[in-house]
């Protein structure tokens, strides 16, 4: 398996605009999660899903931020506006039947100008 | 996932054996240790988990006392590649389905 996917690698936007990350993950998984790492706030949960479904999107920053997944080997997360608050990088992560052990993506850094 | 610490930063050179030490007092009965590595530029990475005593795979050893108020990863013989940030979770199995990391460590190994 090629493990998970992420794209763009690297996006560049000036504020105001929409920005939209893409993840596929490892066949198999069920269960797919997005995060964002910055300097000062560290690694953050932005949002889970079990099974297509969104479980916990309490860590999404505000109504700005949404994610979907509308199927098992795709899923998005739209900013709308951006805002130069926004940058960092996103990763997503999937995981399969082991709870503890989940799989990285290679991560899209976001520059908003 | 209980709280947990563990140094900010750790030096070393290459070659040498690194411990880092994660402090959970509050562990509770069903709560495991879990440890991921994360390389500059990459996403975190599983490398190890435990409950009790001694566990060891192809990357690293995690050695858990009795009392398990702490764990202690250790990299034999550690080279440049294992420079990185180490996170140390602690909680339930399930607990482990919404990851919470925190600062972790830094190990910076040199020449």
């Known amino acids: 398996d090629a493990g998970v996917i992420q794209s763009p690698r690297h996006e560049v936007t000036e504020m105001g605009q929409e920005v939209t990350l893409r993840c596929k993950p490892i066949?198999?998984?069920?269960?797919l999660f997005w995060y964002r790492q910055t300097m000062m706030r560290g690694l953050e949960l932005l949002i889970y899903?079990?099974?297509?479904?969104?479980?916990?999107d309490s860590g999404m920053p505000e109504d700005r931020f949404s994610a979907k997944m509308p199927n098992a080997s795709f899923s998005t997360l739209k900013i709308q506006p951006s805002e130069p608050r926004d940058s960092a990088v996103y990763f997503c992560?999937?995981?399969?039947?082991?709870?503890?052990?989940?799989?990285f993506g290679p991560g899209t850094r976001l520059t908003v100008t | 996932l209980a709280k947990t610490t563990q140094p900010i930063s750790m030096d070393s050179y290459e070659g040498q054996e690194v411990n880092i030490t994660c402090s959970h007092n509050?562990?509770?009965?069903?709560?495991?240790i879990t440890w991921y590595q994360q390389f500059p530029s990459q996403g975190p990475r599983f490398i190890i988990q435990?409950?009790?005593t001694k566990v060891t795979n192809e990357v690293a050893s995690l050695f858990i006392p009795a009392d398990r108020k702490s764990s202690t990863l250790s990299l034999p013989r550690v080279s440049l590649s294992d420079t990185a940030v180490y996170y140390c979770?602690?909680?339930?199995?399930?607990?482990?389905?919404?990851?919470?990391f925190g600062t972790g460590t830094r190990l910076l190994v040199s020449p």
């Open positions: 899903f079990n099974n297509n479904v969104p479980i916990d």
């Open positions: 066949s198999g998984h069920n269960s």
């Open positions: 992560a999937s995981r399969g039947d082991r709870y503890y052990e989940q799989y």
């Open positions: 979770l602690v909680g339930p199995q399930r607990g482990f389905q919404k990851l919470v």
């Open positions: 435990g409950y009790k």
């Open positions: 509050n562990i509770a009965t069903n709560d495991y």
